[in-house]
């Protein structure tokens, strides 16, 4: 997370509406929001701009700020981790996805970190990953909310010559049913929409799934894991 100095600057020209358009601003004006000094606010939004947080542009009249993706995106971990922090501890994360064929990689990082699942989740993992794909929104933020919570560090280590990086795990059931993780490598192939599941099980069997299967992922938070 970036400075929480710079994070409120962009909170407070959010609020302006520099998100959906470049809004007219002096940092008088902007130290009066964020109730500091005019020469603070001109130095927090210079690195802002330095950071390439916002873009920063200077006209005849003044001066127009509009926060960028860049910004945009520091802005959206603040949002989903306040939302994570605030949410109700009986108000379940649910992720839907439907099941995609993996890249055939999964057998062979399971097995090389198994002994170490083993030791972090508490069961050893049938030999490959259950590949689901988040394509609706609400899923999408869902997995954000995720990611903001704490996981279960799987350290990396050397194996053979080779370094393997560290892996992060979330409990979740699977469709009501199996109990798993879902796994994320410090090096993966993968694009953020698509999640790697473990289990102690083949689930494909165990649950008779086929490509295009609708799979829901119940998150397990780490104080209801025992």
């Avoid at 990082?109 to 083993?118: G, K, P, W």
């Avoid at 609706?136 to 080779?162: C, I, K, N, T, Y």
């Amino acid at each position: 997370m970036i400075d929480p100095d710079l994070w409120f600057t962009l909170y407070v020209l959010a609020t302006r509406g520099a998100v959906q358009r470049p809004v007219p601003m002096t940092t008088n004006e902007l130290g009066q929001l964020m109730s500091v000094s005019q020469q603070t606010a001109s130095r927090r939004l210079a690195r802002c701009a330095q950071e390439g947080l916002v873009i920063r542009t200077h006209t005849s009249s003044g001066m127009i700020v509009r926060i960028s993706d860049r910004g945009l995106n520091e802005l959206s971990d603040v949002f989903h981790g306040l939302e994570f922090a605030l949410m109700h501890p009986e108000e379940e994360t649910i992720i839907w996805g439907r099941l995609v064929t993996g890249l055939g990689e999964g057998a062979y990082y399971v097995e090389i970190y198994s002994s170490r699942f083993h030791q972090a989740l508490g069961f050893r993992p049938f030999p490959g990953t259950l590949n689901v794909k988040v394509d609706d929104s609400e899923s999408l933020r869902s997995v954000a909310r995720m990611r903001q919570g704490p996981p279960l560090v799987v350290q990396g280590f050397a194996h053979e010559g080779r370094t393997f990086g560290d892996v992060l795990c979330y409990r979740v059931c699977v469709n009501d049913a199996i109990n798993g993780a879902v796994v994320v490598a410090q090096r993966t192939h993968h694009s953020e929409d698509i999640l790697e599941v473990i289990a102690p099980v083949n689930l494909r069997e165990h649950l008779g799934l086929n490509d295009n299967s609708v799979i829901k992922l119940t998150l397990v938070p780490l104080h209801k894991a025992a």
